[in-house]
């Protein structure tokens, strides 16, 4: 039997007209994911905060470009009836990177993760990506394994991931210690902890921080020309304290939710979106309420951080030595 032969125009990444055109004329574009809005959402709400969001984006001064899979194309600017598709579709995939390929042969409907979709934006050349929380390392995960695949595909993804730290669901010094080994510049903004997604702040200390757009493209344009590192640089934008769920209802819902999902033995890629729902129902709508304003929070400072690196690169003279001579 001869082997079936793939059709390589069926499985190229699509960009939608506006980012192509963007990314050409090199103007500033911040890459969304589709699984916040997919998975991490309510329905019925989500669809209207998923246009919020690139929204938010386009009155910053950047192109946003929602990533995710429908029918099996991988698209990057989903336009309006796709991004509808995946935010009330019944059968939607979350899709890590690893399960892309496999998605893209069986033709299916699938939402991108911070991982797959930092891996698809870099791809196309879009520097900078906005996210509400990164995965990370969950609570007992030294007996369960389960360690978000975000962490390790930013090891070696050369993007900028704007968030509010990581889920305060997961275990924040382990996912700290995690980001460390592997190799990710962790930036605050603004402060010097690490925000704890609902929470301001998870109580663990940073190691840089930044205080402008400005200073987070000066540290892209300098890592670019080092050329020596591969991994990302995440900006963690905490909430401001007004904002945050109440630490002791979200204590308390927490433990609940934990609970919960080990009774009903809720595993793997389920775990991160059973959480979350059980926060939004548990705290009738405040730590939604927090997840909204995380969100639109991010996408603004991503399209900030997008339009002062499109400044840089313009004022960039193209030299191709990136190693300095001496000084006599
Ligand atoms: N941030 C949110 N809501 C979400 C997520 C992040 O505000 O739903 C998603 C992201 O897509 C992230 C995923 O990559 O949760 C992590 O899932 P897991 O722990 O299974 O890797
Ligand atoms: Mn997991």
């Known amino acids: 039997m001869a082997p079936r032969v793939a059709n390589v125009t069926q499985y190229k990444i699509r960009c939608g007209d506006e980012v192509a055109a963007a990314l050409r004329d090199g103007r500033p574009v911040v890459a969304l994911e589709s699984t916040l809005v997919a998975h991490g959402l309510p329905r019925g709400e989500n669809l209207r905060i998923g246009r919020q969001i690139e929204q938010t984006v386009r009155d910053h001064g950047a192109v946003p470009a929602t990533i995710g899979m429908v029918a099996g194309e991988l698209v990057v600017g989903l336009d309006e009836n796709e991004l509808t598709r995946l935010a009330s579709g019944e059968d ?55 360690e978000s695949a975000d962490l390790v595909t930013l090891a070696h993804t050369r993007i900028c991931v704007v968030c509010a730290g990581t889920k305060s669901i997961l275990d924040i010094g382990a996912t700290l210690e995690r980001l460390e080994t592997l190799g990710v510049t962790v930036l605050g903004y603004g402060t010097n902890r ?17 205080d402008t757009p400005e200073q987070v493209a000066e540290v892209l344009v300098a890592g670019r020309i080092h050329a020596v590192h591969p991994g990302a640089v995440v900006v963690a934008n905490p909430l401001p304290p007004s904002d945050q769920v109440d630490p002791a209802l979200h204590d308390r819902v927490l433990t609940d939710g934990l609970a919960r999902a080990a009774a009903q033995g809720i595993t793997g890629k389920d775990v991160t979106p059973f959480l979350l729902a059980h926060f939004h129902e548990a705290t009738a709508g405040a730590s939604l309420r927090a997840n909204v304003q995380i969100i639109l929070r991010n996408a603004e400072l991503a399209a900030r951080i997008a339009v ?19 000084t006599p």
């Open 194 to 210: 690490f925000p704890g997604f609902y929470l301001t702040d998870s109580g663990f200390d940073l190691p840089w921080r930044v």
């Open 308 to 326: 002062a690196l499109s400044k840089h690169q313009a004022a960039d003279e193209t030299d191709s030595s990136r190693v300095s001579p001496a």
């Open 92 to 146: 939607v995939l979350k899709l890590s990177g690893r399960d892309l390929a496999p998605a893209a042969v069986a033709g299916r409907d699938g939402a991108t993760t911070v991982a797959s979709t930092a891996a698809v934006a870099a791809a196309v050349g879009i520097d900078v990506f906005a996210t509400g929380g990164l995965g990370g390392v969950h609570r007992g995960a030294a007996e369960s394994f389960d």
